[in-house]
């Protein structure tokens, strides 16, 4: 459930037209529910209530400042994967207590911010950067906590560059090497072991990987506390996916029955880093049409929005509905290719869609675009980032601005040599 629905044919946001933003900030931009992320971060939260839980939202879905803080009112903490994502959190409010983090390439700079930040723990992905956390702390004097991030080598059956549970990923540690490198992690004198870790894709549909998942893991951590290495803190992972068309994912209560009795059978703190789910559908990106250019083989809606504000589509050929911000009953069905003004072939929203018929100057609302949208959005062909809007029942606010083309050559430098 979400709050982009139309009233009156009018697509909105809880209770503010769409078309009435669009006017008011212009277009392109993203726009937030306030009510949506907070029911879904409640829904994970509450899936989950019979056992003792941190939820470690991940960041690297959507990292806007005023969606971080919305997290941390309502209890949540973070899953970073950089030094900058853990500044983006400390400065939202998260507290250090309640933030993890992972990532295959940590360099010494993020390790030591995150020790002095006293964060809950690193997600350790290899041996050698087990190494380099010792090092850090040592040369600071601390201890530092980890969590092994283990590969139970689980195909989650969803696109393969969000799969990072298998084999052959360079996520984690193979679960036949993980007692092993468990047992020397133990042993340094500045690494303190007191999780295990294991998170094996996103965008996941069914129940079972999670499950297999899990299973293989229990085993691990029995193993590990016969070993004299008792694992205070379970670290779930993400990965739940969301509706973008006719999926039907498992709820996260759905989730929860089929996981809790594993859960409590590991006697651990659980920690869970979900991303999507919480703000996947939670977002739009606003968009209008700039032309109709009908090539006599195709037709294509250009549109002002393009790949480097949402890359999903040429990245993972992933589906948006697009949706119309008008409705306009009965009105005929055509083949588009929606695309935007970006010198590229790939840079599309929407191939072979059948929509209602768009014409010059109408908006779209490009649907499930509150995840891994804005986060991997970039200024490719000079074009500045869009704003980010949160809407809270007839209010917005606007949480990021508009980049101006003064924003776009910040920090460039031409060297005295040229302008002599
Ligand atoms: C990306 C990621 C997540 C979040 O995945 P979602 O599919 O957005 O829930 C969680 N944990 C780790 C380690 C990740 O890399």
């Known amino acids: 459930m979400h709050h982009f629905q139309y009233h009156q044919d009018s697509l909105s946001c809880e209770d503010i037209p769409l078309e009435q933003i669009a006017k008011e900030q212009g277009t392109p931009c993203y726009i937030y529910s306030h009510a949506t992320l907070t029911r879904h971060f409640q829904a994970v939260d509450q899936a989950f209530a019979s056992v003792p839980h941190i939820i470690a939202f991940a960041m690297k879905a959507n990292s806007n400042l005023a969606v971080l803080r919305l997290m941390a009112s309502l209890g949540s903490g973070a899953d970073i994967v950089s030094g900058g994502e853990l500044f983006?959190?400390?400065?939202?409010?998260?507290?250090?207590?309640?933030?993890?983090?992972?990532?295959?390439?940590?360099?010494?700079?993020?390790?030591?911010?995150?020790?002095?930040?006293?964060?809950?723990?690193?997600?350790?992905?290899?041996?050698?950067?087990?190494?380099?956390?010792?090092?850090?702390?040592?040369?600071?004097?601390?201890?530092?906590?980890?969590?092994?991030?283990?590969?139970?080598?689980?195909?989650?059956?969803?696109?393969?560059?969000?799969?990072?549970?298998?084999?052959?990923?360079?996520?984690?540690?193979?679960?036949?090497?993980?007692?092993?490198?468990?047992?020397?992690?133990?042993?340094?004198?500045?690494?303190?072991?007191?999780?295990?870790?294991?998170h094996i894709g996103s965008q996941l549909t069914k129940i079972s990987p999670f499950v297999d998942s899990l299973t293989k893991v229990l085993g691990l951590i029995q193993t590990l506390k016969d070993k004299g290495i008792p694992i205070q803190y379970l670290n779930i992972g993400g990965g739940l996916g969301i509706t973008y068309s006719d999926e039907a994912p498992p709820q996260p209560k759905d989730l929860a029955e089929a996981i809790t009795p594993l859960l409590k059978q590991s006697q651990c703190q659980i920690v869970m880093e979900p991303g999507r789910v919480i703000v996947g559908n939670a977002g739009i990106l606003l968009t209008r049409v700039l032309f109709i250019k009908d090539t006599g083989t195709k037709k294509f809606a250009i549109v002002d929005a393009a790949m480097n504000d949402l890359i999903r589509p040429s990245l993972y050929e992933a589906h948006h509905d697009i949706l119309p911000v008008l409705r306009i009953p009965n009105r005929q069905e055509e083949v588009f290719d929606v695309v935007g003004p970006i010198c590229e072939s790939g840079d599309f929203l929407a191939q072979n869609r059948t929509m209602p018929l768009v014409k010059e100057g109408d908006l779209l609302a490009v649907m499930s675009a509150g995840a891994y949208a804005f986060t991997m959005a970039s200024n490719y062909n000079s074009r500045p980032r869009v704003p980010e809007i949160l809407v809270k029942g007839r209010e917005s606010f606007v949480i990021r601005e508009r980049e101006s083309y003064d924003d776009l050559i910040r920090g460039e430098h031409i060297p005295g040599f040229l302008t002599s």
Do not use: C, W
């Open 88 to 198: 983006r959190a400390l400065k939202a409010g998260i507290p250090s207590n309640k933030i993890v983090f992972a990532g295959v390439g940590k360099d010494h700079k993020e390790i030591r911010y995150a020790i002095e930040s006293d964060i809950l723990f690193f997600n350790v992905e290899s041996s050698a950067e087990l190494q380099a956390i010792n090092e850090v702390a040592k040369g600071m004097g601390k201890q530092a906590r980890v969590a092994l991030r283990v590969n139970p080598d689980i195909d989650p059956q969803t696109h393969p560059y969000i799969s990072t549970g298998m084999k052959k990923s360079k996520f984690g540690i193979g679960a036949d090497l993980a007692l092993a490198e468990f047992e020397r992690a133990a042993a340094l004198p500045n690494i303190q072991v007191v999780g295990l870790h294991a």
